[in-house]
C-alpha cells in the first residue's frame, strides 16, 4: 500500500503525539511520520538520505529563519506547513512562500486539516481519508429513503463517524444540523440500498400502477445509482436496478405506446421537469419509435434503457433543466471541471453501460450519441447526421422535443417542428420527422 511520507520538525512530545494520531485518524495506516528535534537535524538526515516527503510540517518557536528556507529548499516540491507561536511570527515568515502554509499550535486540528484538505484540492497532496471503503450521497436523497435501508456516516475529527442508523425516519431537520457536510454509505453495503430500492420499484409496478409514485421512484432509482456508481462500479444489484426501472417504465407502456397520449402526460409534467425527464423521455422516445413503425419490444427496451443510462454519468448540479454544455459555455457559471464533466458525460455513460452484463449493443450507441447534433454541432465527438444511427435520431428528436415542452410551456408542439424543419433536413432526421409530423395534435 502507498504511503504518504510526513516529515515533523518539533521538540513537543506532546504535539508529536497529537500530530501523530490526527494524521492516523486522517490517512488511516497510509502514511510514515519521522521525527527531529530541530531543523538542523531535519536538514542532515535530508542531505545524507534524499528522502522524498509528500508532507512538511514545522513547529517554528526561535530556530533560525535561514534554517528554515534551507529547508525549504530542500523540501522541493513537497507542500509545507509551519506551526508558528503567534500572528506576528506567521506575518515575519509570510514571504518565504505562498505555497507555505502557517498556523498557530493552539488551533492545531482544524487548521492542519483545512490545510491538508487545500492541498489535497490544489493536487498536491493524495489523502487517504478512510473513505476508501464509503461512497458519498447527498442529503435530498437520504431524505427519500424512508426507513433508512443503511447505515449513514459523516467525517468528523478525521474518522467515519456512524450518525444514522438503518431503520431510521430521518427528518430535514436532521439533516440540517450537518449542513455543508457530506454523507457517506458504507461501499459493501451498498448493493443492501440497491436490494432495497429494486423492491420499492417492483411495489410501484404493483396493478393498479400510480403514475406519480412511479415517477418518484424512477427518478430516485436513477439518482441513487448516477450518485453511487463513480464510487461503487456498476455492480449486478446496481443493474438489477435500471432493469427493473425500465420494466416498470414499459409495462406503463403497454405493446401500443401512442404518442400523443404520452405527450399529453409530459404536459402535466412539465412543473416537475426534473423528477421526470429521463422517466419520460424513454416514454416519448418509444412512442415515436411506434409512430415511425418500429414496433418491437427490443426496441422499446433498447429506448428505455438509453433513457435511464444517457445521464448517470452526470453528478454535478448544475441547478438547471437539462443544461447543455453549449449553454453552460455560454453562462460561464461553471468551473473547468464541470464543463469538462458535461462535455464527455455521454462518452463517460457508454463506458458504464458496457459494465452491463447481457445489454444490446445499440444502447451504448444511443447513450454516446444523444447529445450529437444532425449539423455536426453537437458533443463530444462532432458527428453528423450521415453518422448519427436511426435509433439515437428517435432519442435525439425526442430528447430536444422533451426539452422544448418544458421550456415553452404555452407553445404547440407543431411549432417545434416549424422551427426546427430545417435542422432536421438530412437523415435520418428527414424520414423521421416526416413520419411524426402528422401525427403530433397537441394544443
Known amino acids: 500500500m502507498t504511503s504518504n511520507a510526513v516529515l515533523l520538525v518539533s521538540k513537543s512530545e506532546e504535539l508529536k503525539k497529537n500530530t501523530a494520531s490526527l494524521l492516523s485518524d486522517h490517512f488511516g495506516?497510509?502514511?510514515?511520520?519521522?521525527t527531529f528535534q530541530s531543523l538542523q537535524e531535519?536538514?542532515?538526515?535530508?542531505?545524507?538520505?534524499?528522502?522524498?516527503?509528500?508532507?512538511?510540517?514545522?513547529?517554528?518557536?526561535?530556530?533560525?529563519?535561514?534554517?528554515?528556507?534551507?529547508?525549504?529548499?530542500?523540501?522541493?516540491?513537497?507542500?509545507?506547513?509551519?506551526?508558528?507561536?503567534d500572528e506576528a511570527k506567521i506575518a515575519d515568515l509570510k514571504s518565504l512562500g505562498e505555497s507555505i502554509s502557517f498556523i498557530l499550535p493552539s488551533q492545531l486540528e482544524a487548521e492542519l486539516l483545512a490545510s491538508i484538505k487545500k492541498l489535497e484540492f490544489a493536487g498536491k497532496l493524495k489523502l487517504k481519508l478512510g473513505t476508501d471503503s464509503f461512497a458519498s450521497i447527498r442529503a435530498d436523497q437520504i431524505l427519500k429513503m424512508k426507513p433508512l435501508p443503511i447505515d449513514v456516516y459523516l467525517t468528523l475529527g478525521g474518522k467515519q463517524v456512524k450518525i444514522f442508523r438503518q431503520g431510521d425516519e430521518v427528518t430535514e431537520q436532521d439533516v440540517t444540523k450537518y449542513s455543508g457536510q457530506t454523507f457517506y454509505l458504507r461501499k459493501d453495503e451498498c448493493d443492501q440500498m440497491?436490494?432495497?430500492?429494486?423492491?420499492?420499484?417492483?411495489?410501484?409496478?404493483?396493478?393498479?400502477?400510480?403514475?406519480?409514485?412511479?415517477?418518484?421512484?424512477?427518478?430516485?432509482?436513477?439518482?441513487l445509482v448516477k450518485s453511487l456508481i463513480s464510487d461503487v462500479g456498476f455492480t449486478p444489484e446496481a443493474q438489477r436496478i435500471a432493469k427493473a426501472s425500465v420494466n416498470m417504465s414499459l409495462k406503463i407502456l403497454g405493446s401500443k405506446p401512442k404518442l400523443n397520449v404520452i405527450l399529453q402526460e409530459l404536459k402535466k409534467k412539465q412543473g416537475n421537469f426534473v423528477t421526470s425527464h429521463s422517466f419520460l423521455l424513454g416514454q416519448l422516445?418509444?412512442?415515436?419509435?411506434?409512430?415511425?413503425?418500429?414496433?418491437?419490444?427490443?426496441?422499446?427496451?433498447?429506448?428505455?434503457?438509453?433513457?435511464?443510462?444517457?445521464?448517470?454519468?452526470?453528478?454535478?448540479?448544475?441547478?438547471?433543466?437539462?443544461?447543455?454544455?453549449?449553454?453552460?459555455?455560454?453562462?460561464?457559471?461553471?468551473?473547468?471541471?464541470?464543463?469538462?464533466?458535461?462535455?464527455?458525460?455521454?462518452?463517460?455513460?457508454?463506458?458504464?453501460?458496457?459494465?452491463?452484463?447481457?445489454?444490446?449493443?445499440?444502447?451504448?450507441?444511443?447513450?454516446?450519441?444523444?447529445?450529437?447534433?444532425?449539423?455536426?454541432?453537437?458533443?463530444?465527438?462532432?458527428?453528423?447526421?450521415?453518422?448519427?444511427?436511426?435509433?439515437?435520431?428517435?432519442?435525439?428528436?425526442?430528447?430536444?422535443?422533451?426539452?422544448?415542452?418544458?421550456?415553452?410551456?404555452?407553445?404547440?408542439?407543431?411549432?417545434?417542428?416549424?422551427?426546427?424543419?430545417?435542422?432536421?433536413?438530412?437523415?435520418?432526421?428527414?424520414?423521421?420527422?416526416?413520419?411524426?409530423?402528422?401525427?403530433?395534435?397537441?394544443?
Open 194 to 223: 440497491f436490494q432495497e430500492q429494486v423492491k420499492q420499484i417492483e411495489a410501484a409496478s404493483e396493478d393498479p400502477i400510480d403514475l406519480d409514485r412511479a415517477h418518484e421512484v424512477a427518478y430516485m432509482s436513477q439518482e
Open 285 to 443: 422516445a418509444c412512442g415515436m419509435s411506434y409512430t415511425v413503425g418500429w414496433k418491437s419490444p427490443s426496441t422499446y427496451f433498447k429506448l428505455s434503457m438509453a433513457a435511464f443510462l444517457h445521464d448517470i454519468a452526470l453528478n454535478i448540479n448544475t441547478d438547471e433543466q437539462e443544461l447543455t454544455y453549449e449553454e453552460a459555455v455560454r453562462y460561464g457559471r461553471y468551473n473547468p471541471e464541470e464543463l469538462k464533466v458535461l462535455r464527455f458525460h455521454p462518452m463517460q455513460a457508454a463506458e458504464y453501460t458496457r459494465q452491463f452484463s447481457e445489454i444490446p449493443a445499440d444502447v451504448e450507441q444511443i447513450v454516446a450519441q444523444h447529445h450529437e447534433r444532425p449539423n455536426g454541432s453537437g458533443y463530444p465527438r462532432g458527428m453528423s447526421s450521415k453518422h448519427i444511427s436511426p435509433m439515437s435520431a428517435i432519442f435525439i428528436i425526442a430528447h430536444d422535443l422533451i426539452l422544448f415542452m418544458m421550456r415553452h410551456p404555452d407553445i404547440k408542439v407543431e411549432k417545434f417542428y416549424e422551427l426546427n424543419e430545417r435542422y432536421y433536413a438530412q437523415n435520418p432526421f428527414r424520414k423521421i420527422i416526416a413520419a411524426l409530423r402528422g401525427d403530433i395534435k397537441i394544443a
Open 42 to 85: 531535519a536538514i542532515e538526515h535530508i542531505e545524507q538520505n534524499t528522502p522524498i516527503f509528500d508532507l512538511v510540517l514545522v513547529e517554528q518557536l526561535n530556530s533560525s529563519v535561514s534554517l528554515l528556507k534551507l529547508l525549504v529548499g530542500l523540501a522541493g516540491a513537497a507542500p509545507m506547513i509551519v506551526m508558528c507561536p
Open 29 to 34: 495506516e497510509t502514511f510514515s511520520l519521522q
